[in-house]
């Protein structure tokens, strides 16, 4: 009796300190063509989201978040559990999106437990977001995933030092074989025979300054790729393959630059990697990024350089969106209407994707979103392999 009076009697300090949101969307991705092995034209899927904060005195504050998902393609497992590691092929129907605790102190700020670090200065695509697994189960809309890690921040005015350590690892999960996205080959058969999850940790450290007209970072990953390569082995008809995630090493830069008219960003990584089996190369973009009243503007290059050719077998998105002009603008038409447009367009012609997305809110609880995303190219091209994948999307969420 006397925990629930104290209980009670804590419920408003609680309150004043306690936030919470989430959401609710379904949705449909409509496939105007088949794709080898893949004969489904419409998607469905739902997803429930819901995030609490608490910030209590002392410099403390701690957060969590739950997904519950369900769809009509067996994307999503028909498991009733709740994963928190995220190292399944398909999406977990139940997860922990996040749960971690964070105390501030100065300039000094730790955070434990599952959370969501990007570094980099770029916006069409970031070498050095090394801490950042994505969901590429639909290539052309990935999510992050959290990982679990100790984050240790110490910031001053001109100068921070960003510390990560991540004793558990977490890949990217990549497209399913035999749908769209990963087509079977139809002269052979694919023997999947599992995955092969690294043990250790990764830690990574990234210094940022602020300087006069001039903002820049230098940064340092010790782990490995959250991007799979392929052990593969020929049997007459019979392909056998299984992932492993290699180490690598990253040194990384990025700066910004405000100009009179528009903001130039640089980003760059060089990536070597100890297995042989792993490429060792460069990633770099160059952005130029203006706003104009309601309108933004982003556009730049991604380039790629390969400094040493090893690996004929990975998924690797970040580099196959290299030697490609990215681009995306939005329009804020009022508060409740937006539009965005997104390309990216291969320097030789082989391969070109395009997104387009409307969306409008209604009151205060609802927003339904409607696009389209358009894939063309070369079949050997990394853009182009995907051209039966052109999709409209149709979606309603409710927030709360």
């Known amino acids: 009796m006397r925990g629930c009076l104290l209980a009670l009697a804590l ?54 978040g739950l997904d519950a998902r369900a769809d009509s393609h067996r994307q999503v497992a028909r498991e009733f559990r709740l994963d928190w590691r995220d190292r399944e092929l398909q999406r977990p129907a139940f997860s922990l999106r996040r749960l971690s605790a964070a105390y501030d102190r100065g300039p000094l700020s730790i955070e434990a437990g599952r959370q969501f670090i990007r570094w980099g200065k770029a ?12 969901d590429f189960l639909n290539v052309a809309r990935a999510d992050s995933l959290g990982i679990t890690a100790v984050r240790l921040t110490y910031g001053g005015p001109s100068d921070s030092l960003d510390l990560v350590w991540t004793p558990l690892f977490t890949p990217s999960r990549v497209p399913l074989i035999g749908q769209r996205w ?32 001039l903002e820049y970072s230098l940064s340092f990953y010790d782990g490995r790729n959250h991007l799979p390569l392929f052990d593969a082995r020929l049997a007459g008809a019979v392909v056998a393959f299984r992932r492993f995630y290699p180490r690598l090493r990253m040194y990384g830069a990025d700066a910004a630059l405000p100009l009179r008219a528009v903001t130039l960003k640089a980003e760059a990584g060089y ?34 350089a390969v400094t040493r050719r090893r690996s004929p077998l990975d998924f690797a998105p970040d580099r196959g969106l290299t030697r490609a002009l990215l681009g995306r603008a939005g329009f804020t038409i009022d508060t409740n209407r937006s539009l965005a447009v997104e390309t990216a367009v291969r320097q ?26 358009w894939i063309r190219g070369d079949a050997d091209d990394f853009l182009g392999r995907y051209q039966r994948n052109s999709h409209a999307l149709l979606a309603l969420r409710y927030s709360f």
């Open 11 to 64: 419920a408003p300090c609680l309150a004043q300190d306690f936030s919470h949101r989430g959401f609710l969307e379904t949705g449909a991705l409509l496939y105007p063509q088949t794709a080898p092995g893949d004969s489904g034209l419409a998607v469905a899927e739902a997803l429930l989201r819901y995030e609490a904060f608490w910030n209590p005195a002392g410099g403390w504050r701690f957060a969590a």
């Open 123 to 134: 916006d069409i695509l970031n070498p050095t977001d090394r801490f950042a697994p994505r």
């Open 182 to 213: 990963a087509p079977l080959p139809s002269q052979l058969r694919l023997l999947d025979q599992g995955t092969r999850f690294p043990g250790g940790s990764q830690a990574g450290l990234r210094w940022n300054h602020i300087g006069r007209g």
């Open 271 to 304: 990536f070597t990697s100890p297995d042989p089996r792993a490429d060792e190369y460069v990633l770099y973009v160059v952005q130029l990024e203006r706003q104009a009243g309601e309108w933004s503007f982003v556009g730049g290059y991604a380039g790629q």
């Open 348 to 373: 030789n012609g082989d391969g070109m994707w395009l997104k387009f997305e409307y969306s409008q809110a209604f009151g205060r609880h609802w927003r339904a979103t409607g696009g389209f995303t």
